[in-house]
T-cell receptor, first 114, second 115 residues
């Protein structure tokens, strides 16, 4: 059973701080990794994708991937109350796995306090 | 921005009844998907659809489920005989395989309640 694990939280940070979200995955053959944001009662929204080891930055967001440790993380700098949501880690299983066949983690609930 | 639309937003049905959930993917997208999320649980992959046939399906997608693209715009999920455990939010998604990042665009979902 291929798994994506996340700490469910809630993770609470003050406004302006860095929020750090972590994810581990079980399928060593996975090549594609994604972070989605999901507001309560809404659909997932893609915020970052990462395919290679190292860091990838997009605005206030930085995704980090370490395939040897099977670990993906998301850093949110200068956190805002509007960032309060559940953050879902998702992985496409296996090498050459079908596009869109995502395995999601349960998500980490982030709360940014003003 | 183009969007995936789903109807209805809420569907209440009796156990054993058939339901059809409808989706209109983004017009130039070629891959279509159904996911579901039981309250408080993970988003789970059900099925992917490409070139008018199922390209992949999960263990959840058993004989009670079917998908269809009846015309050039709609994409439907049918559950033949609903069970209580089918109660969930069902998300349709579509993607353009020519675009890097394999971005899935999700619809706003249909909340299915089986009584």
């Amino acid at each position: 059973q291929k798994e994506v694990e996340q700490n469910s939280g809630p993770l609470s940070v003050p406004e302006g701080a860095i929020a750090s979200l972590n994810c581990t995955y079980s399928d060593r053959g996975s090549q594609s990794f994604f972070w989605y944001r999901q507001y309560s009662g809404k659909s997932p929204e893609l915020i970052m994708s990462i395919y290679s080891n190292g860091d990838k930055e997009d605005g206030r967001f930085t995704a980090q991937l370490n395939k040897a440790s099977q670990y993906v993380s998301l850093l949110i700098r200068d956190s805002q109350p509007s960032d309060s949501a559940t953050y879902l880690c998702a992985v496409i299983e296996g090498y050459g796995g079908s596009q869109g066949n995502l395995i999601f983690g349960k998500g980490t609930k982030l709360s940014v306090k003003p | 921005e183009p969007e995936v639309t789903q109807t209805p937003s809420h569907q209440v049905t009796q156990m054993g009844q058939e339901v059809i959930l409808r989706c209109v993917p983004i017009s130039n997208h070629l891959y279509f998907y159904w996911y579901r999320q039981i309250l408080g649980q993970k988003v789970e992959f059900l099925v992917s659809f490409y070139n008018n046939e199922i390209s992949e399906k999960s263990e959840i997608f058993d004989d009670q489920f079917s998908v269809e693209r009846p015309d050039g715009s709609n994409f439907t999920l049918k559950i033949r005989s609903t069970k209580l455990e089918d109660s969930a939010m069902y998300f349709c998604a579509s993607s353009d395989p020519g675009v890097r990042d394999e971005k899935l665009f999700f619809g706003s979902g249909t909340q299915l309640s089986v009584l």
